[in-house]
Protein backbone atom coordinates (compact mmCIF):
# COMPACT_ATOMS: atom_id res chain seq x y z
CA UNK A 1 0.00 0.00 0.00
CA UNK A 2 3.04 2.31 1.15
CA UNK A 3 4.37 1.56 -2.60
CA UNK A 4 1.44 2.24 -4.35
CA UNK A 5 1.29 5.69 -2.94
CA UNK A 6 5.16 6.08 -3.72
CA UNK A 7 4.52 4.69 -7.03
CA UNK A 8 2.06 7.59 -7.27
CA UNK A 9 4.10 10.17 -6.21
CA UNK A 10 7.22 9.61 -8.04
CA UNK A 11 5.15 9.04 -11.72
CA UNK A 12 4.05 12.46 -11.56
CA UNK A 13 7.09 14.34 -9.80
CA UNK A 14 10.18 12.15 -10.89
CA UNK A 15 12.17 11.90 -7.49
CA UNK A 16 12.48 9.64 -4.87
CA UNK A 17 10.26 11.51 -2.25
CA UNK A 18 10.63 10.73 1.29
CA UNK A 19 7.12 12.33 2.37
CA UNK A 20 5.53 9.32 2.52
CA UNK A 21 7.55 8.38 5.46
CA UNK A 22 6.03 11.59 7.70
CA UNK A 23 3.00 10.62 5.84
CA UNK A 24 2.96 7.24 7.78
CA UNK A 25 3.96 8.04 11.24
CA UNK A 26 1.82 11.37 11.57
CA UNK A 27 -1.57 9.03 10.51
CA UNK A 28 -0.39 6.87 12.71
CA UNK A 29 -0.76 9.40 15.32
CA UNK A 30 -3.58 10.93 14.04
CA UNK A 31 -5.69 7.59 14.22
CA UNK A 32 -3.70 6.65 17.68
CA UNK A 33 -5.51 9.98 18.99
CA UNK A 34 -9.03 9.79 17.18
CA UNK A 35 -9.67 5.81 17.18
CA UNK A 36 -10.40 5.65 20.85
CA UNK A 37 -13.35 8.16 19.78
CA UNK A 38 -14.59 7.60 16.61
CA UNK A 39 -13.99 3.88 16.07
CA UNK A 40 -11.70 2.26 13.09
CA UNK A 41 -13.67 4.03 10.70
CA UNK A 42 -13.45 7.56 11.95
CA UNK A 43 -9.72 6.55 13.01
CA UNK A 44 -8.95 5.40 9.14
CA UNK A 45 -11.11 8.88 7.72
CA UNK A 46 -8.56 11.05 10.03
CA UNK A 47 -5.46 9.05 9.43
CA UNK A 48 -6.13 9.40 5.69
CA UNK A 49 -7.30 13.45 5.85
CA UNK A 50 -4.39 13.94 8.16
CA UNK A 51 -2.02 12.31 5.31
CA UNK A 52 -3.85 14.21 2.62
CA UNK A 53 -3.56 17.60 4.64
CA UNK A 54 0.50 16.97 5.04
CA UNK A 55 1.03 15.91 1.63
CA UNK A 56 -1.22 19.35 0.31
CA UNK A 57 1.01 21.49 2.81
CA UNK A 58 4.15 20.17 1.40
CA UNK A 59 3.57 20.67 -1.90
CA UNK A 60 1.76 24.27 -1.83
CA UNK A 61 4.85 25.42 0.64
CA UNK A 62 7.70 23.74 -0.25
CA UNK A 63 8.00 21.54 -3.59
CA UNK A 64 5.79 24.10 -5.87
CA UNK A 65 8.71 25.98 -4.68
CA UNK A 66 11.09 23.91 -5.38
CA UNK A 67 9.71 23.03 -8.79
CA UNK A 68 9.49 27.06 -9.90
CA UNK A 69 13.51 26.71 -9.40
CA UNK A 70 14.13 23.90 -11.74
CA UNK A 71 15.37 22.29 -8.74
CA UNK A 72 17.05 18.92 -9.46
CA UNK A 73 15.52 15.31 -8.62
CA UNK A 74 18.52 15.90 -5.79
CA UNK A 75 17.40 18.91 -4.14
CA UNK A 76 13.60 18.21 -3.77
CA UNK A 77 14.62 14.45 -2.57
CA UNK A 78 17.21 16.12 0.28
CA UNK A 79 14.75 18.73 1.03
CA UNK A 80 11.52 15.90 1.29
CA UNK A 81 13.90 13.89 3.50
CA UNK A 82 14.52 17.00 5.91
CA UNK A 83 10.88 16.91 6.30
CA UNK A 84 10.81 13.56 7.19
CA UNK A 85 13.40 14.03 9.76
CA UNK A 86 11.26 16.97 11.41
CA UNK A 87 8.22 15.31 11.66
CA UNK A 88 9.46 12.22 13.48
CA UNK A 89 11.32 14.81 15.51
CA UNK A 90 8.17 16.83 16.23
CA UNK A 91 6.20 13.70 17.04
CA UNK A 92 8.82 12.19 19.50
CA UNK A 93 8.68 15.77 21.64
CA UNK A 94 4.75 15.50 21.38
CA UNK A 95 4.20 11.90 22.07
CA UNK A 96 8.04 10.69 23.27
CA UNK A 97 9.74 8.24 22.00
CA UNK A 98 7.43 5.50 23.70
CA UNK A 99 6.14 2.98 21.32
CA UNK A 100 2.37 2.79 21.72
CA UNK A 101 -0.20 0.37 20.55
CA UNK A 102 -3.42 1.24 18.32
CA UNK A 103 -6.42 0.18 20.41
CA UNK A 104 -9.57 -0.57 19.35
CA UNK A 105 -8.82 -3.68 16.60
CA UNK A 106 -9.39 -7.18 18.92
CA UNK A 107 -5.63 -7.60 18.84
CA UNK A 108 -4.11 -10.71 18.21
CA UNK A 109 -7.12 -12.82 19.46
CA UNK A 110 -9.48 -11.79 16.80
CA UNK A 111 -7.52 -14.32 14.55
CA UNK A 112 -8.95 -16.92 12.19
CA UNK A 113 -7.63 -19.86 10.67
CA UNK A 114 -6.60 -20.21 7.14
CA UNK A 115 -5.44 -23.31 5.59
CA UNK A 116 -3.41 -23.60 9.39
CA UNK A 117 -1.98 -20.01 9.20
CA UNK A 118 -3.02 -18.00 11.39
CA UNK A 119 -4.16 -14.18 9.95
CA UNK A 120 -5.11 -11.40 12.29
CA UNK A 121 -8.43 -9.48 11.77
CA UNK A 122 -6.37 -7.14 10.59
CA UNK A 123 -4.45 -8.00 8.35
CA UNK A 124 -7.30 -9.71 6.15
CA UNK A 125 -8.94 -5.78 6.69
CA UNK A 126 -4.78 -4.79 5.52
CA UNK A 127 -5.59 -6.78 2.62
CA UNK A 128 -8.52 -6.11 1.10
CA UNK A 129 -8.48 -2.62 1.90
CA UNK A 130 -5.11 -2.57 -0.19
CA UNK A 131 -7.00 -4.27 -2.50
CA UNK A 132 -9.44 -1.59 -2.96
CA UNK A 133 -7.31 1.18 -2.82
CA UNK A 134 -5.35 -0.55 -5.48
CA UNK A 135 -8.13 -1.24 -7.47
CA UNK A 136 -9.53 2.62 -7.20
CA UNK A 137 -5.96 4.07 -8.31
CA UNK A 138 -5.65 1.69 -11.35
CA UNK A 139 -9.55 2.88 -12.37
CA UNK A 140 -8.32 6.48 -11.37
CA UNK A 141 -5.27 6.51 -14.42
CA UNK A 142 -7.69 5.06 -16.71
CA UNK A 143 -10.12 7.94 -16.16
CA UNK A 144 -9.43 11.61 -17.55
CA UNK A 145 -7.75 12.66 -14.61
CA UNK A 146 -5.30 9.39 -14.86
CA UNK A 147 -4.56 10.43 -18.45
CA UNK A 148 -3.82 13.76 -17.51
CA UNK A 149 -1.16 12.58 -14.28
CA UNK A 150 0.27 10.25 -17.07
CA UNK A 151 0.68 13.40 -19.72
CA UNK A 152 2.48 15.56 -16.78
CA UNK A 153 4.21 12.44 -15.44
CA UNK A 154 6.14 12.08 -19.26
CA UNK A 155 6.47 15.87 -19.87
CA UNK A 156 5.37 18.69 -17.87
CA UNK A 157 6.08 21.47 -20.13
CA UNK A 158 4.55 19.58 -22.79
CA UNK A 159 1.54 19.02 -21.07
CA UNK A 160 1.53 22.55 -20.10
CA UNK A 161 1.03 23.55 -23.74
CA UNK A 162 -1.84 21.30 -24.64
CA UNK A 163 -3.43 23.32 -21.49
CA UNK A 164 -3.03 21.12 -18.92
CA UNK A 165 -2.82 22.67 -15.41
CA UNK A 166 0.85 20.83 -14.44
CA UNK A 167 0.73 22.19 -10.85
CA UNK A 168 -2.72 21.81 -10.18
CA UNK A 169 -2.67 18.28 -11.33
CA UNK A 170 0.47 17.34 -9.19
CA UNK A 171 -0.81 18.76 -6.20
CA UNK A 172 -3.74 16.43 -6.47
CA UNK A 173 -1.67 13.38 -7.24
CA UNK A 174 0.19 14.43 -4.35
CA UNK A 175 -2.69 14.57 -1.75
CA UNK A 176 -4.54 11.64 -3.00
CA UNK A 177 -1.05 9.19 -2.44
CA UNK A 178 -0.58 11.07 0.56
CA UNK A 179 -4.35 10.07 1.63
CA UNK A 180 -3.37 6.68 0.27
CA UNK A 181 -0.23 6.39 2.03
CA UNK A 182 -1.94 7.95 5.58
CA UNK A 183 -4.44 4.61 5.57
CA UNK A 184 -1.34 2.52 5.31
CA UNK A 185 0.17 4.04 7.80
CA UNK A 186 -2.79 3.49 10.32
CA UNK A 187 -3.06 0.03 9.28
CA UNK A 188 0.55 -0.56 9.85
CA UNK A 189 -0.03 1.14 13.65
CA UNK A 190 -2.55 -1.42 14.33
CA UNK A 191 -0.89 -4.41 13.28
CA UNK A 192 1.97 -3.94 14.65
CA UNK A 193 2.90 -0.45 17.10
CA UNK A 194 3.53 3.05 16.71
CA UNK A 195 6.89 4.83 17.05
CA UNK A 196 8.12 8.01 15.91
CA UNK A 197 10.97 6.33 13.61
CA UNK A 198 8.34 3.90 12.15
CA UNK A 199 8.06 5.98 9.33
CA UNK A 200 11.80 6.19 7.92
CA UNK A 201 11.73 1.99 7.32
CA UNK A 202 8.94 2.00 6.06
CA UNK A 203 9.49 4.58 3.39
CA UNK A 204 12.75 2.97 2.54
CA UNK A 205 11.01 -0.18 1.79
CA UNK A 206 8.67 1.22 -0.41
CA UNK A 207 11.40 2.76 -2.21
CA UNK A 208 13.22 -0.06 -2.82
CA UNK A 209 9.43 -1.85 -4.08
CA UNK A 210 8.94 0.55 -6.31
CA UNK A 211 12.82 0.60 -7.67
CA UNK A 212 12.40 -3.13 -7.98
CA UNK A 213 8.88 -3.14 -9.36
CA UNK A 214 9.80 -0.35 -11.88
CA UNK A 215 9.82 3.44 -12.10
CA UNK A 216 6.13 4.14 -12.62
CA UNK A 217 4.53 0.99 -12.95
CA UNK A 218 1.89 1.06 -9.94
CA UNK A 219 1.60 -2.78 -10.55
CA UNK A 220 4.56 -3.36 -10.30
CA UNK A 221 5.43 -1.67 -6.95
CA UNK A 222 2.38 -4.06 -5.74
CA UNK A 223 3.97 -6.87 -7.06
CA UNK A 224 7.56 -5.92 -5.82
CA UNK A 225 5.81 -5.23 -2.17
CA UNK A 226 4.41 -8.27 -1.78
CA UNK A 227 8.16 -10.09 -3.04
CA UNK A 228 9.42 -7.99 -0.82
CA UNK A 229 7.70 -8.82 2.32
CA UNK A 230 8.15 -12.88 1.19
CA UNK A 231 11.93 -12.29 0.99
CA UNK A 232 12.22 -10.39 4.33
CA UNK A 233 10.23 -13.31 5.82
CA UNK A 234 12.38 -16.11 3.51
CA UNK A 235 15.32 -14.76 4.40
CA UNK A 236 14.28 -14.42 8.32
CA UNK A 237 13.60 -17.98 8.44
CA UNK A 238 16.68 -19.07 6.40
CA UNK A 239 19.30 -16.72 8.06
CA UNK A 240 17.73 -15.81 11.27
CA UNK A 241 15.84 -12.32 11.60
CA UNK A 242 18.54 -9.96 11.92
CA UNK A 243 19.77 -10.24 8.24
CA UNK A 244 16.02 -9.36 7.21
CA UNK A 245 17.36 -5.59 6.20
CA UNK A 246 20.50 -6.15 4.57
CA UNK A 247 19.10 -8.88 2.00
CA UNK A 248 16.43 -6.64 0.92
CA UNK A 249 18.93 -3.45 1.11
CA UNK A 250 21.35 -6.09 -1.11
CA UNK A 251 18.61 -6.48 -3.20
CA UNK A 252 18.09 -2.99 -3.91
CA UNK A 253 21.54 -2.56 -4.28
CA UNK A 254 21.79 -5.45 -6.88
CA UNK A 255 18.70 -3.39 -8.30
CA UNK A 256 20.13 0.10 -8.80
CA UNK A 257 23.05 -1.68 -10.66
CA UNK A 258 22.05 -4.21 -12.98
CA UNK A 259 18.46 -3.31 -13.88
CA UNK A 260 17.97 0.49 -12.44
CA UNK A 261 14.64 0.37 -14.65
CA UNK A 262 13.12 -2.15 -12.73
CA UNK A 263 11.41 -5.97 -13.68
CA UNK A 264 7.93 -3.65 -15.47
CA UNK A 265 9.23 0.09 -15.62
CA UNK A 266 10.77 2.38 -18.43
CA UNK A 267 14.62 3.08 -18.29
CA UNK A 268 15.39 5.65 -15.79
CA UNK A 269 15.76 9.42 -17.24
CA UNK A 270 19.46 10.44 -18.70
CA UNK A 271 20.47 13.83 -16.84
CA UNK B 1 29.28 9.79 16.36
CA UNK B 2 26.06 10.39 18.00
CA UNK B 3 25.72 14.14 19.59
CA UNK B 4 23.04 13.60 22.02
CA UNK B 5 24.76 11.41 24.66
CA UNK B 6 28.06 13.67 24.80
CA UNK B 7 28.17 13.99 28.67
CA UNK B 8 26.92 10.79 29.74
CA UNK B 9 29.88 9.11 27.74
CA UNK B 10 32.43 10.76 29.38
CA UNK B 11 31.31 10.71 32.82
CA UNK B 12 31.70 6.96 31.98
CA UNK B 13 34.84 7.63 31.34
CA UNK B 14 36.89 10.03 33.05
CA UNK B 15 34.30 10.06 36.64
CA UNK B 16 31.51 12.18 37.40
CA UNK B 17 33.05 15.44 38.36
CA UNK B 18 33.20 17.39 35.14
CA UNK B 19 33.81 20.76 35.60
CA UNK B 20 32.38 23.27 32.95
CA UNK B 21 36.16 23.67 31.39
CA UNK B 22 35.87 19.87 30.87
CA UNK B 23 32.81 19.99 29.09
CA UNK B 24 34.37 22.93 26.81
CA UNK B 25 37.16 21.12 25.67
CA UNK B 26 34.93 18.08 24.90
CA UNK B 27 32.32 19.83 22.74
CA UNK B 28 36.61 20.90 20.98
CA UNK B 29 36.83 17.29 20.41
CA UNK B 30 33.42 16.59 18.98
CA UNK B 31 34.18 19.67 16.41
CA UNK B 32 37.48 18.55 15.51
CA UNK B 33 36.15 15.12 14.54
CA UNK B 34 33.36 16.35 12.62
CA UNK B 35 35.56 18.76 10.87
CA UNK B 36 37.17 16.11 9.62
CA UNK B 37 34.23 14.08 8.69
CA UNK B 38 32.92 17.21 7.18
CA UNK B 39 35.92 18.04 4.98
CA UNK B 40 36.67 14.37 4.10
CA UNK B 41 32.71 14.34 2.61
CA UNK B 42 33.22 17.84 1.15
CA UNK B 43 35.90 16.20 -0.64
CA UNK B 44 33.51 13.08 -2.08
CA UNK B 45 30.23 15.96 -2.56
CA UNK B 46 31.47 19.18 -2.78
CA UNK B 47 34.54 18.30 -4.96
CA UNK B 48 33.36 15.64 -6.89
CA UNK B 49 29.84 16.48 -6.67
CA UNK B 50 29.01 12.44 -5.96
CA UNK B 51 25.97 12.85 -3.55
CA UNK B 52 26.95 10.22 -0.79
CA UNK B 53 24.41 9.80 2.27
CA UNK B 54 26.10 6.89 3.49
CA UNK B 55 29.41 8.24 5.42
CA UNK B 56 29.28 7.33 8.63
CA UNK B 57 29.90 3.94 7.46
CA UNK B 58 32.79 4.59 6.73
CA UNK B 59 33.99 5.99 9.94
CA UNK B 60 32.13 2.96 11.66
CA UNK B 61 34.34 0.32 9.62
CA UNK B 62 37.67 2.39 10.59
CA UNK B 63 36.39 3.00 14.42
CA UNK B 64 35.88 -1.04 14.58
CA UNK B 65 38.90 -2.27 12.78
CA UNK B 66 41.30 0.12 14.84
CA UNK B 67 39.48 -0.88 18.57
CA UNK B 68 39.24 -4.76 17.34
CA UNK B 69 42.74 -4.33 16.83
CA UNK B 70 43.56 -2.73 20.20
CA UNK B 71 41.33 -4.89 22.05
CA UNK B 72 42.27 -8.51 20.73
CA UNK B 73 46.13 -7.87 19.33
CA UNK B 74 47.11 -5.34 21.39
CA UNK B 75 47.79 -2.82 18.12
CA UNK B 76 48.77 0.34 19.03
CA UNK B 77 46.41 2.74 18.07
CA UNK B 78 48.34 5.26 15.66
CA UNK B 79 48.81 1.42 13.88
CA UNK B 80 45.23 0.82 14.04
CA UNK B 81 44.58 4.51 12.58
CA UNK B 82 46.31 4.18 9.50
CA UNK B 83 44.66 0.37 9.51
CA UNK B 84 41.24 1.68 9.90
CA UNK B 85 41.50 4.40 7.11
CA UNK B 86 42.42 0.98 5.01
CA UNK B 87 39.97 -0.46 5.95
CA UNK B 88 37.51 2.71 5.25
CA UNK B 89 39.26 3.41 1.38
CA UNK B 90 38.44 -0.34 0.56
CA UNK B 91 35.44 -0.39 1.86
CA UNK B 92 34.76 2.95 -0.26
CA UNK B 93 36.14 0.72 -3.19
CA UNK B 94 33.92 -1.75 -2.63
CA UNK B 95 30.76 0.81 -2.33
CA UNK B 96 31.84 2.97 -5.26
CA UNK B 97 33.11 0.91 -7.70
CA UNK B 98 29.94 -0.42 -8.99
CA UNK B 99 28.02 2.58 -7.33
CA UNK B 100 29.28 5.43 -9.58
CA UNK B 101 28.08 3.98 -12.85
CA UNK B 102 24.77 5.54 -11.40
CA UNK B 103 24.13 9.27 -11.29
CA UNK B 104 22.39 11.97 -8.99
CA UNK B 105 19.42 10.91 -6.73
CA UNK B 106 19.94 6.95 -8.03
CA UNK B 107 23.83 7.18 -6.96
CA UNK B 108 22.44 8.96 -3.34
CA UNK B 109 19.97 6.03 -2.84
CA UNK B 110 22.50 3.46 -3.30
CA UNK B 111 24.79 4.84 -0.74
CA UNK B 112 21.97 5.05 1.25
CA UNK B 113 21.01 1.37 0.97
CA UNK B 114 25.35 0.65 1.53
CA UNK B 115 25.33 2.51 4.87
CA UNK B 116 22.07 0.80 6.09
CA UNK B 117 24.18 -2.06 5.23
CA UNK B 118 26.83 -1.54 6.75
CA UNK B 119 25.13 -0.19 10.00
CA UNK B 120 23.11 -3.87 9.94
CA UNK B 121 26.43 -6.01 10.00
CA UNK B 122 27.49 -3.96 12.86
CA UNK B 123 24.39 -4.46 14.46
CA UNK B 124 24.04 -8.57 13.77
CA UNK B 125 27.68 -10.01 13.32
CA UNK B 126 27.65 -10.28 17.26
CA UNK B 127 30.83 -13.32 17.13
CA UNK B 128 32.78 -10.23 15.66
CA UNK B 129 31.19 -6.58 17.05
CA UNK B 130 29.10 -8.03 19.87
CA UNK B 131 26.19 -6.00 18.17
CA UNK B 132 24.38 -3.90 20.25
CA UNK B 133 26.55 -4.25 23.33
CA UNK B 134 29.23 -2.64 21.63
CA UNK B 135 33.04 -2.79 22.57
CA UNK B 136 33.95 -1.68 26.40
CA UNK B 137 37.50 -1.07 27.36
CA UNK B 138 38.80 0.35 24.24
CA UNK B 139 42.23 1.33 25.39
CA UNK B 140 43.78 5.14 24.44
CA UNK B 141 46.08 6.28 22.55
CA UNK B 142 49.69 5.79 23.89
CA UNK B 143 52.78 8.04 23.18
CA UNK B 144 55.71 5.91 24.53
CA UNK B 145 55.02 5.54 27.77
CA UNK B 146 52.08 8.46 27.98
CA UNK B 147 48.94 7.77 27.48
CA UNK B 148 46.67 10.31 25.95
CA UNK B 149 43.34 9.69 28.20
CA UNK B 150 42.63 13.28 29.18
CA UNK B 151 40.31 16.02 27.57
CA UNK B 152 43.33 18.16 27.04
CA UNK B 153 45.90 15.91 25.49
CA UNK B 154 43.22 14.47 23.66
CA UNK B 155 42.06 17.26 22.42
CA UNK B 156 45.75 18.53 21.47
CA UNK B 157 45.71 14.95 19.40
CA UNK B 158 42.57 15.73 17.24
CA UNK B 159 43.46 19.12 17.01
CA UNK B 160 46.76 18.12 15.14
CA UNK B 161 45.06 15.51 13.17
CA UNK B 162 42.10 17.90 11.96
CA UNK B 163 44.37 20.42 10.58
CA UNK B 164 46.78 18.07 8.89
CA UNK B 165 43.48 16.34 6.93
CA UNK B 166 42.23 19.99 6.08
CA UNK B 167 45.82 20.74 4.76
CA UNK B 168 45.71 17.66 2.52
CA UNK B 169 42.28 18.14 1.39
CA UNK B 170 43.34 21.63 0.69
CA UNK B 171 46.24 20.57 -1.39
CA UNK B 172 44.07 17.52 -3.42
CA UNK B 173 41.56 20.51 -4.08
CA UNK B 174 44.41 22.47 -5.26
CA UNK B 175 46.37 20.08 -7.44
CA UNK B 176 45.94 19.17 -10.64
CA UNK B 177 43.89 16.07 -9.38
CA UNK B 178 41.52 18.58 -7.66
CA UNK B 179 40.98 20.57 -10.53
CA UNK B 180 40.18 17.94 -12.76
CA UNK B 181 37.73 16.78 -10.34
CA UNK B 182 36.50 20.04 -10.27
CA UNK B 183 35.32 19.78 -14.00
CA UNK B 184 34.25 16.82 -13.92
CA UNK B 185 31.14 18.24 -10.83
CA UNK B 186 30.58 21.14 -14.04
CA UNK B 187 30.57 19.41 -16.28
CA UNK B 188 31.63 15.61 -16.92
CA UNK B 189 30.53 15.47 -20.40
CA UNK B 190 33.07 18.41 -21.55
CA UNK B 191 35.63 16.75 -19.17
CA UNK B 192 35.25 13.16 -21.07
CA UNK B 193 35.79 15.23 -24.28
CA UNK B 194 39.58 16.29 -22.83
CA UNK B 195 40.42 13.13 -22.84
CA UNK B 196 39.95 12.70 -18.59
CA UNK B 197 39.14 9.57 -17.21
CA UNK B 198 36.05 10.60 -15.28
CA UNK B 199 35.47 7.44 -13.09
CA UNK B 200 38.46 6.92 -12.06
CA UNK B 201 38.98 10.53 -11.11
CA UNK B 202 35.63 9.68 -9.05
CA UNK B 203 36.27 6.73 -7.71
CA UNK B 204 39.75 8.04 -6.31
CA UNK B 205 37.61 11.25 -4.45
CA UNK B 206 35.16 8.68 -3.19
CA UNK B 207 38.27 6.27 -1.53
CA UNK B 208 39.85 9.37 0.05
CA UNK B 209 37.01 10.59 1.75
CA UNK B 210 36.27 7.19 2.87
CA UNK B 211 39.64 7.28 3.88
CA UNK B 212 39.81 10.08 5.80
CA UNK B 213 36.26 9.28 7.85
CA UNK B 214 38.12 5.63 8.57
CA UNK B 215 40.54 8.49 10.57
CA UNK B 216 38.00 10.18 12.03
CA UNK B 217 36.57 6.61 13.68
CA UNK B 218 39.12 5.58 15.00
CA UNK B 219 40.15 9.09 17.01
CA UNK B 220 36.17 8.68 18.14
CA UNK B 221 36.76 5.11 19.61
CA UNK B 222 39.97 5.51 21.40
CA UNK B 223 38.69 8.84 22.64
CA UNK B 224 34.85 7.39 24.15
CA UNK B 225 36.83 4.29 24.91
CA UNK B 226 33.41 2.47 24.12
CA UNK B 227 31.72 2.40 20.71
CA UNK B 228 28.11 0.26 19.48
CA UNK B 229 26.75 0.69 15.96
CA UNK B 230 24.10 3.63 17.48
CA UNK B 231 27.00 5.68 16.85
CA UNK B 232 26.66 5.22 13.26
CA UNK B 233 23.42 5.57 11.94
CA UNK B 234 21.84 6.75 8.71
CA UNK B 235 21.07 10.39 11.01
CA UNK B 236 24.45 10.49 11.62
CA UNK B 237 25.79 10.44 7.78
CA UNK B 238 23.01 12.94 7.32
CA UNK B 239 24.06 15.35 10.06
CA UNK B 240 27.59 14.96 8.24
CA UNK B 241 26.07 15.85 5.22
CA UNK B 242 24.04 18.64 6.61
CA UNK B 243 27.65 20.06 7.56
CA UNK B 244 29.22 20.18 4.55
CA UNK B 245 25.86 21.67 2.24
CA UNK B 246 25.57 24.16 5.34
CA UNK B 247 28.91 25.67 5.13
CA UNK B 248 29.23 25.46 1.29
CA UNK B 249 29.91 22.71 -1.27
CA UNK B 250 33.30 22.81 -2.06
CA UNK B 251 34.75 25.24 -0.30
CA UNK B 252 37.23 23.99 2.58
CA UNK B 253 36.67 26.44 5.22
CA UNK B 254 32.72 25.98 4.31
CA UNK B 255 33.11 22.39 5.86
CA UNK B 256 35.03 23.69 8.80
CA UNK B 257 32.05 26.37 9.30
CA UNK B 258 29.38 23.88 8.99
CA UNK B 259 30.72 21.50 11.60
CA UNK B 260 31.52 24.28 13.88
CA UNK B 261 27.97 25.49 13.85
CA UNK B 262 25.81 22.37 13.79
CA UNK B 263 28.12 21.16 16.68
CA UNK B 264 27.74 24.13 19.06
CA UNK B 265 24.48 25.23 17.66
CA UNK B 266 22.27 22.11 19.39
CA UNK B 267 24.78 22.23 22.65
CA UNK B 268 22.96 26.05 23.06
CA UNK B 269 19.48 23.91 24.23
CA UNK B 270 21.45 22.10 26.93
CA UNK B 271 21.94 25.87 28.67
CA UNK B 272 17.91 26.39 27.85
CA UNK B 273 17.13 23.51 30.65
CA UNK B 274 15.04 21.09 28.70
CA UNK B 275 15.49 17.79 29.39
CA UNK B 276 17.30 15.19 27.44
CA UNK B 277 14.06 13.82 25.94
CA UNK B 278 13.04 16.67 24.84
CA UNK B 279 16.59 18.05 23.02
CA UNK B 280 17.21 15.06 21.17
CA UNK B 281 14.10 15.30 19.08
CA UNK B 282 14.19 18.62 18.97
CA UNK B 283 17.59 18.59 18.00
CA UNK B 284 17.10 16.63 14.96
CA UNK B 285 13.94 18.96 14.21
CA UNK B 286 16.10 21.12 13.84
CA UNK B 287 18.71 19.76 11.27
CA UNK B 288 15.76 18.57 9.17
CA UNK B 289 13.85 21.86 9.27
CA UNK B 290 17.53 23.35 8.05
CA UNK B 291 17.27 21.33 5.48
CA UNK B 292 14.52 22.09 4.28
CA UNK B 293 15.14 25.83 4.38
CA UNK B 294 18.70 25.12 2.55
CA UNK B 295 17.08 23.56 -0.36
CA UNK B 296 14.97 25.97 -0.83
CA UNK B 297 16.61 29.33 -0.32
CA UNK B 298 20.56 28.57 -0.77
CA UNK B 299 21.22 25.20 -1.48
CA UNK B 300 24.94 25.93 -2.16
CA UNK B 301 25.50 26.58 1.26
CA UNK B 302 27.04 29.88 3.22
CA UNK B 303 30.42 29.51 1.42
CA UNK B 304 30.10 27.65 -1.80
CA UNK B 305 29.56 28.21 -5.15
CA UNK B 306 28.35 24.83 -6.40
CA UNK B 307 25.43 23.72 -5.59
CA UNK B 308 23.78 20.01 -6.45
CA UNK B 309 22.12 19.01 -9.97
Keep these: MVAVGIALLYSTTRFFNFMPGAVVTASAYAAYLTTPILGPVGGAVCAAASGAVLGWASDLAIFRKLRERHATPLISMLASFGILVSVQGALAIAFTNQTRVLAGFGGVSSSINIFGAYVTMVQLTTLASALVLLLVVLALLKSRWGTTIRAVSMSRVGASVVGIDAEAVILFATTTSCAIVGIAGMMVAADSSIEPSMGFTLVLKGMIAVVIGGMGSIVGAVVAGLSIGLIENVSAWWLGSMWRDPVVFALLLAFLLLRPQGIWGERPRQD | ?309
Design chain 2, 1 to 309: MRFCCCAPRVSGANGHAKTEMEYLLHLLVYVGLYVILAESLNLVVGFAGIPAMGHAAFSCIGAYTSSLLALHFGVSPFIGMLAGAVAGGVLGLVIAYPALRLKGDYLALATFGAGIIVYNVARNWIGLTRGPMGLPGIPPFKLGSYAIDNTWSYLLLVVVVAALVVWACRNIAKSTFGRNLTSVREDETAAIALGKDTARLKLIAFVAGAFFAGIAGCLYAHYITFIDPSSFTMMESIAILLMVIFGGMGSIAGSVVGAVVLVVLPELLRFVGLPSSVAAPLRQMMYGLLLVLLMLWRPQGILGKYRFR
